[in-house]
């Protein structure tokens, strides 16, 4: 007892304040955590600041005898913390996503890199905790390409607490839900959607056009960033492009776009001109004279397909080289979700659909069957049968576009579980423009910082 008490005499003050420090934030993060089998870990934590019984570094007694092993180790020690350290920060903080498609054109734009706070909504505890930090599920070719995780252990879902949920208008960031079964050299569209258009025997018989087909566990997934619209609970429904909620208009925001052909007195718009009004130059097609024709536009002069906001509409239709500007047809809009024969939904009129929430019923029927299918056995693991009342076991979100002719959501993959839902975007740390006449790569130095979550 003797000797104990002179070794933790012999410790520094200094070195007891940094022990009390970080043994209350590890008690604290186990209290949100609320698995408290890791309190095991508390004596190793304390042991690296007070008696270091457990040798730590143990070769930096090399230094001076041996400077390449020290050098070495000391890398090694450097890699290895700053790897736990992302891995445990990425887990339960906050992750670096950046902006791949125009679908949340004007909020967010292709280029930008968001810190999303994974606290907001509550972090998830990982379904695979073995996986490499900052690869989402493959590792890059130059290191091999491959599986960046392992599948099992796996973990059943559970969230610790936030102090918010998804709300209407929110921005999200989640793992796509369509994105458990893939199809690795043909991933857009999902795997689904291409069953559907050429059936489900070609793509697994044809492995030279689609490749090996994979499962991936829901935190494997892609992440994908929308703009929440509905919520659990609600009834949504879209009227020749107006979302309502619960019957009740859904606004929309002023920057909001879809898809008009715009159709000039005979010339070309000048490049600077779109630049200026906010047409990105990927957004810039003109089309075809008999495409005109099917539209009933005149085949002789120039037509352009641009996604536009209220702004943009009314600077065209006030351009006196603009003869006319007309919304894009919804039989531009492909097939949606469910993806069934049948289906008379469509891009632009679609629903009603019920949002489903965690405890509520409802009654299968023929009718609503395709609908809550995929969810009742793809998320929750459970048997549908029509005739049957289902009790929801998850809350469920849809998710669309601001760019509502060129977003893959919702409406083409269905609803977004809870257990999907990874985080909430809070501002741009780096924006990258790739139209400006210098070339790509040009920094967008007013978008940084700017906040990403309206």
Same mark, same amino acid.
């Given at each position: 007892?003797?000797?104990?008490?002179?070794?933790?005499?012999?410790?520094?003050?200094?070195?007891?304040?940094?022990?009390?420090?970080?043994?209350?934030?590890?008690?604290? &993060?186990?209290?949100?955590?609320?698995? =408290?089998?890791?309190?095991?870990?508390?004596? !190793?934590?304390?042991?690296?600041?007070?008696?270091?019984?457990?040798?730590?570094?143990? =070769?930096?007694? &090399?230094?001076?005898?041996?400077?390449?092993?020290?050098?070495?180790?000391?890398?090694?020690?450097?890699?290895?913390?700053?790897?736990?350290?992302?891995?445990?920060?990425?887990?339960?903080?906050?992750?670096?996503?950046?902006?791949?498609?125009?679908?949340?054109?004007?909020?967010?734009?292709?280029?930008?890199?968001?810190?999303?706070?994974?606290?907001?909504?509550?972090?998830?505890?990982?379904?695979?905790?073995?996986?490499?930090?900052?690869?989402?599920?493959?590792?890059?070719?130059?290191?091999?390409?491959?599986?960046?995780?392992?599948?099992?252990?796996?973990?059943?879902?559970?969230?610790?607490?936030?102090?918010?949920?998804?709300?209407?208008?929110?921005?999200?960031?989640?793992?796509?839900?369509?994105?458990?079964?893939?199809?690795?050299?043909?991933?857009?569209?999902?795997?689904?959607?291409?069953?559907?258009?050429? #059936?489900?025997? !070609?793509?697994?018989?044809?492995?030279? $056009?689609? #490749?090996?087909?994979?499962?991936?566990?829901?935190?494997?997934?892609? @992440?994908?960033?929308?703009?929440?619209?509905?919520?659990?609970?609600?009834?949504?429904?879209?009227?020749?492009?107006?979302?309502?909620?619960?019957?009740?208009?859904?606004?929309?925001?002023?920057?909001?776009?879809?898809?008009?052909?715009?159709?000039?007195?005979?010339?070309?718009?000048?490049?600077?001109?779109?630049?200026?009004?906010? !047409?990105?130059?990927?957004?810039?097609?003109?089309?075809?004279?008999?495409?005109?024709?099917?539209?009933? $536009?005149?085949?002789? $002069?120039?037509?352009?397909?641009?996604?536009?906001?209220?702004?943009?509409?009314?600077?065209?239709?006030?351009?006196? @080289?603009?003869?006319?500007?007309?919304?894009?047809?919804?039989?531009?809009?492909?097939?949606?979700?469910?993806?069934?024969?049948?289906?008379?939904?469509?891009?632009?009129?679609?629903?009603?659909?019920?949002?489903?929430?965690?405890?509520?019923?409802?009654?299968?029927?023929?009718? @609503?069957?395709?609908?809550?299918?995929?969810?009742?056995?793809?998320?929750?693991?459970?048997?549908?049968?029509?005739?049957?009342?289902?009790?929801?076991?998850?809350?469920?979100? =849809?998710?669309?576009?601001?760019?509502?002719?060129?977003?893959?959501?919702?409406?083409? =993959?269905?609803?977004?579980?809870?257990?999907?839902?990874?985080?909430?975007? !809070?501002?741009?740390?780096?924006?990258?423009?790739?139209?400006?006449?210098?070339?790509?790569?040009?920094?967008?130095?007013?978008?940084?910082?700017?906040?990403?979550?309206?």
């Amino acid at each position: 007892m003797k000797k104990i008490k002179e070794l933790f005499a012999k410790i520094p003050r200094s070195q007891w304040i940094k022990a009390a420090v970080w043994g209350t934030l590890y008690v604290l &993060f186990l209290m949100w955590h609320g698995n =408290w089998w890791w309190i095991l870990l508390l004596p !190793v934590i304390l042991d690296a600041f007070l008696l270091k019984l457990i040798p730590w570094t143990w =070769w930096r007694k &090399f230094k001076d005898t041996k400077p390449r092993l020290y050098t070495i180790c000391s890398w090694i020690d450097a890699i290895v913390f700053a790897l736990v350290a992302v891995y445990f920060i990425n887990l339960y903080f906050f992750q670096n996503y950046q902006i791949p498609s125009s679908s949340l054109e004007k909020t967010l734009r292709v280029g930008d890199f968001l810190f999303v706070s994974k606290a907001s909504y509550g972090a998830r505890v990982p379904n695979t905790p073995l996986s490499f930090p900052l690869v989402q599920h493959t590792f890059p070719k130059w290191l091999g390409g491959g599986k960046s995780y392992i599948e099992n252990p796996q973990w059943e879902y559970r969230r610790l607490k936030g102090w918010d949920h998804p709300k209407k208008k929110d921005i999200v960031v989640f793992n796509f839900p369509a994105g458990d079964t893939v199809c690795l050299k043909m991933q857009n569209p999902d795997y689904y959607s291409i069953c559907h258009q050429v #059936g489900r025997k !070609v793509v697994e018989s044809r492995k030279d $056009l689609f #490749g090996d087909i994979v499962y991936r566990p829901v935190d494997r997934r892609e @992440n994908y960033v929308k703009r929440c619209v509905g919520e659990p609970g609600d009834t949504l429904q879209i009227i020749n492009n107006q979302i309502y909620i619960n019957s009740q208009v859904f606004a929309d925001e002023p920057w909001v776009q879809y898809n008009y052909y715009v159709q000039t007195t005979g010339g070309y718009l000048p490049d600077d001109y779109l630049t200026r009004i906010g !047409v990105s130059k990927d957004d810039r097609h003109l089309i075809r004279q008999q495409e005109c024709v099917a539209l009933g $536009l005149n085949p002789t $002069l120039p037509t352009y397909r641009l996604p536009l906001t209220r702004d943009m509409k009314k600077s065209l239709e006030n351009n006196r @080289n603009v003869s006319s500007v007309t919304i894009e047809p919804d039989w531009c809009g492909g097939d949606v979700y469910p993806l069934v024969e049948g289906n008379i939904w469509t891009r632009d009129n679609y629903g009603p659909v019920y949002i489903p929430k965690k405890g509520d019923s409802i009654l299968l029927t023929a009718e @609503n069957f395709a609908v809550y299918k995929r969810v009742i056995e793809a998320y929750e693991h459970q048997t549908a049968k029509i005739g049957d009342t289902y009790t929801f076991q998850m809350d469920y979100y =849809w998710m669309m576009g601001d760019n509502r002719h060129n977003s893959a959501d919702s409406r083409y =993959w269905g609803f977004v579980p809870e257990d999907h839902i990874v985080g909430r975007p !809070v501002f741009i740390w780096l924006s990258i423009e790739k139209d400006n006449p210098w070339g790509k790569g040009h920094i967008r130095w007013k978008r940084i910082g700017m906040k990403a979550w309206e």
